[in-house]
C-alpha cells in the first residue's frame, strides 16, 4: 500500500515547524491466511499501546480518508505515526525499534501484526493486560500497513523495526472523522533515553499501572464500553482522548508547551488587553503569576502608565501568524481572548465585528489547540437573544441572538466546545453580564451607561441615559468578574461539568442605578435619550442571569452588591475628582 494522496490539509501544510518530526514509510507486505484466521478465532491480540516514555505519552488515531492513523511520542520526545490500511501489514524494517512496554489494546485497531519478526503481545506481562475487548467499528478494518513517523536515530529497544524516510513534515489529517486517544504530554527539553523522575532517581522499572497511558487507556476502555441500558458506545470521548489541531503544524507542536513540572508557572497572554477590561486582568494575574508571566497584547498604542506596568505587545489577532510566533517565543501557556468589536459598536460595523470576533477566535482557538494552551474566552449576556427565556436566563437554553456580537459569541461558545470535544483544547468560558469598573472606559457597548454614570454623577451631577428608566440587565463589579475568570481557569477540570458558565452579580434598571447614586449625591438628575439600537439590544438580553451552575461546580461566589458597587465606584471617582480640583 503506497502513501494516500496528499490531501488539501496536506498540501498547505508548514513543514518548517518542528525539526524533530520526520516521516518515516514502511514497505508494506501482505497479510496473510493465517493473520486472518488468527484474528478470527481472536488468537491474534489488537494492535499495542507503543509509547515508551512514561513521562510522554500520546496516543491518538484518526480517521483519514480511508486510512486510519495512530500517533504516539517516541522515547526522545519525537512523535511516531503509524497508518493502518486495510490492505497490507507490516514488514520487518530494520532500521528502527519500538520498545513495546505493554499490550495495551487499541479499540481502534482490531488486528496484531508482527512487527519484525515478532508479534506485539509477545513478551508482555499478562498482568499489564486491560480488561477491555477490541471494540468493533465499520470504520476499522482488520489488517495493518504501519508507517511510521520519526526521527533518524534508534529509539527503542526491542521489537521489530521500520525503515524511515526523513521528512520535515508531520501527520496530516483529512477531513473524516475521528475516534482518537489522547493523553495529556509533556515536553522534552533534549532527547533522553534515560530521564530522571522528580525524585532524582531513574525510572527503570516502570509500573505500568501507574503510566499515565495506562491510566488513560483504562478510561477510554470505560467511555467504550457499551452501556448496559443501550448496548451503544459514549457518544463523544472525552476531550483528552481526542486528536490533534486544525492547522497544519507538526503533530507535536503541543509537546513546546506546558510540562507538568511548570505547571504553576503560567505564562499568560491577553489578546484585546487595552479595553475595559485587560488592564484590570493583567494587574490582578500578575499578583498571581509575577509581572513578567502575564502579557498584555493589542493593536492600540498603550497609555504609558499601562506600558510601564509589565510586558506589552502588539499582536492583531487576525494575523495568525503573529500570534503563533508571540505564543512560541513567549512561552504562553494560558490564553485570555479578550480582542472584541463590543454589541453597539458591532452593529456600527458588522464586517469588521464578524472579521475581529469570528475570524480572530479561529485564530486563537487554532493557536490554542496546536499548543496545548488553556484557553479563556468571554461570553456575554448578549450570547441571548428575545427567544431566550429572560428571567433568569439559564446556562443552557434557546440561544438566537440578533446581534454581530452575540452571534459571535455564541459562535465562540460552541467552537470552543467543539474543539475541546474534537481536539482536547482546554477551553473554559463565561458569559459576564455587563462589567463596571472605575478606573477603565467601557469599549461600546449596550450596558456602557452604568459605568459613565458615575463618572457623570460626580463631575457634573446630572446623566443622560441612553436606555428606558426601566432597562433591566444583569451587572457586575469588575473585581468580582476578574476573580470569576481567575477562578474558573484554576478550577480543576473535574468540576466543570460545563465549558461555558453564567456568572451574575446583581440585576438593576437604570432608575434603580440612579435611586442609590442619588443617597450619596441628592443633587443627582437623570434625564432619559433613549438609543434605539441599544435599547432594542438591551430588550433582547437577559434581565436576570441564573448562574446556579457556576456557583456549584467550582465555587462562584461574588462579592459586590449594588449598594457596596455604587460606594466604591463613587468613591473612586469622588477621590479622582478631588485629585484633579486639586491639580
Ligand atoms: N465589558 C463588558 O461589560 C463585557 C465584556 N465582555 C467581553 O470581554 C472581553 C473584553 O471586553 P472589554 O475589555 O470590555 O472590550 P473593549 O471593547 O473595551 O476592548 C476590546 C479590545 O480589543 C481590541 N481589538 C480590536 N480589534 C483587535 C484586533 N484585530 N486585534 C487585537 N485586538 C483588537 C481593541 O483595541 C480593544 O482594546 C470582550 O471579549 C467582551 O466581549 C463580555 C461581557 C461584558
Ligand atoms: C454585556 C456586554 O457584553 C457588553 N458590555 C455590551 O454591552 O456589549
Known amino acids: 500500500m503506497g502513501p494516500t494522496a496528499p490531501g488539501p490539509a496536506q498540501r498547505t501544510r508548514q513543514h518548517t515547524e518542528c525539526p524533530r518530526t520526520y516521516e518515516c514509510r514502511k514497505t508494506p507486505s501482505r497479510k496473510t491466511v493465517e493473520d486472518d484466521s488468527a484474528m478470527k478465532k481472536k488468537e491474534r491480540m489488537p494492535f499495542t499501546g507503543t509509547s515508551l516514555n512514561p513521562e510522554i505519552i500520546l496516543l491518538s488515531e484518526e480517521q483519514r480518508l480511508n486510512v486510519r492513523f495512530l500517533t504516539f511520542p517516541s ?75 520519526g526521527p533518524k536515530k534508534e529509539i527503542g529497544a526491542s521489537g521489530g523495526g521500520f525503515a524511515r524516510r526523513e521528512d520535515k513534515g508531520a501527520v496530516r489529517r483529512g477531513p473524516a472523522g475521528l475516534s482518537a486517544l489522547r493523553a ?33 487507556l483504562r478510561r477510554v476502555a470505560c467511555w467504550m464500553q457499551p452501556s448496559p441500558a443501550c448496548g451503544c458506545r459514549a457518544p463523544v470521548l472525552p476531550s483528552r482522548f481526542l486528536g490533534t489541531s486544525p492547522r497544519q503544524i507538526p503533530m507535536d507542536a503541543n509537546f513546546h508547551s506546558t510540562s507538568f513540572l511548570e505547571a ?92 475581529v470576533n469570528i475570524t480572530g ?131 480543576p477540570a473535574e468540576s466543570l461539568s460545563m465549558r461555558t458558565y453564567n456568572i451574575n452579580a446583581m440585576s438593576f434598571t437604570p432608575a434603580e442605578l440612579a435611586q442609590e447614586v442619588l443617597k450619596h449625591v441628592p443633587e443627582f438628575q437623570v434625564t432619559y435619550n433613549v438609543d434605539p439600537v441599544r435599547q432594542a439590544i438591551a430588550d433582547s438580553w437577559p434581565m436576570n442571569f441564573d448562574d446556579s451552575n457556576a456557583r456549584k461546580d467550582w465555587g462562584w461566589k461574588h462579592d459586590i452588591d449594588l449598594p457596596e458597587l455604587v460606594t466604591t465606584m463613587l468613591n473612586f471617582h469622588g477621590s479622582e475628582n478631588r485629585v484633579a480640583q486639586a491639580n
Not at 104 to 115: D, G, I
Not at 208 to 213: G, I, K, N, Q, S
Not at 279 to 303: C, M, Q, T, Y
Not at 463 to 476: H, V
Open 75 to 149: 522515547q526522545t520526545g519525537s512523535i511516531f505515526s503509524g497508518q493502518l490500511h486495510s490492505e497490507t501489514s507490516l514488514p520487518p524494517a530494520p532500521q528502527s525499534k519500538l520498545s513495546i512496554i505493554s499490550n495495551l489494546t487499541m479499540p481502534f485497531v482490531e488486528n496484531q501484526k508482527r512487527v519484525g519478526g515478532r508479534t506485539r503481545e509477545e513478551g508482555l506481562s499478562p498482568r499489564c493486560r486491560l480488561p477491555w475487548q477490541p471494540v468493533p467499528s465499520p470504520a476499522v478494518k482488520p489488517y495493518a500497513d504501519v508507517r511510521l513517523l
Open 184 to 216: 495529556v504530554s509533556v515536553p522534552r527539553a533534549s532527547p533522553a533515553p534515560q530521564r530522571r523522575s522528580i525524585s532524582g532517581r531513574l525510572p527503570r522499572k516502570v509500573c505500568l499501572r501507574d503510566l499515565p497511558v495506562v491510566r488513560m
Open 264 to 355: 504553576d508557572q503560567q505564562r499568560v497572554l491577553i489578546t484585546g488587553g487595552l479595553g475595559q477590561l485587560g488592564v484590570g486582568l493583567a494587574n490582578f494575574l500578575r499578583k498571581r503569576f509575577g509581572k513578567d508571566n502575564v502579557i498584555l497584547s493589542d493593536i492600540r498604542k498603550p497609555p504609558e502608565h499601562v506600558f510601564l506596568s509589565g510586558p506589552f505587545i502588539y499582536s492583531d489577532i487576525l494575523d495568525y501568524k503573529n500570534l503563533r510566533e508571540i505564543v512560541v517565543n513567549n512561552r504562553i501557556t494560558w490564553l485570555f481572548h479578550y480582542s472584541a468589536l463590543l454589541s453597539a459598536v458591532g452593529e456600527a460595523n458588522v464586517s469588521l465585528a464578524r472579521a
Open 361 to 491: 477566535l479561529h485564530n486563537v482557538l487554532d493557536v490554542a489547540a496546536e499548543h496545548g494552551l488553556r484557553l479563556f474566552v468571554p461570553s456575554t449576556i448578549g450570547a441571548f437573544g428575545p427567544t431566550s427565556p429572560r428571567n433568569p436566563t439559564p446556562d443552557l437554553c434557546i440561544q438566537r441572538p440578533r446581534t454581530i456580537y452575540g452571534v459571535s459569541k455564541v459562535h465562540a461558545e460552541l467552537m470552543g466546545e467543539y474543539y475541546y470535544y474534537r481536539y482536547g483544547l482546554d477551553f473554559r468560558c463565561l458569559r459576564y453580564p455587563g462589567i463596571i469598573s472605575a478606573d477603565s472606559q467601557p469599549g461600546g457597548g449596550t450596558t456602557d451607561y452604568a459605568v459613565q454614570i458615575f463618572h457623570e454623577a460626580v463631575k457634573n451631577g446630572r446623566f443622560e441615559c441612553n436606555l428606558k428608566p426601566d432597562t433591566r440587565l444583569p451587572m457586575m463589579y469588575i473585581d468580582d468578574c476578574l476573580r470569576a475568570t481567575l477562578e474558573v481557569m484554576e478550577a
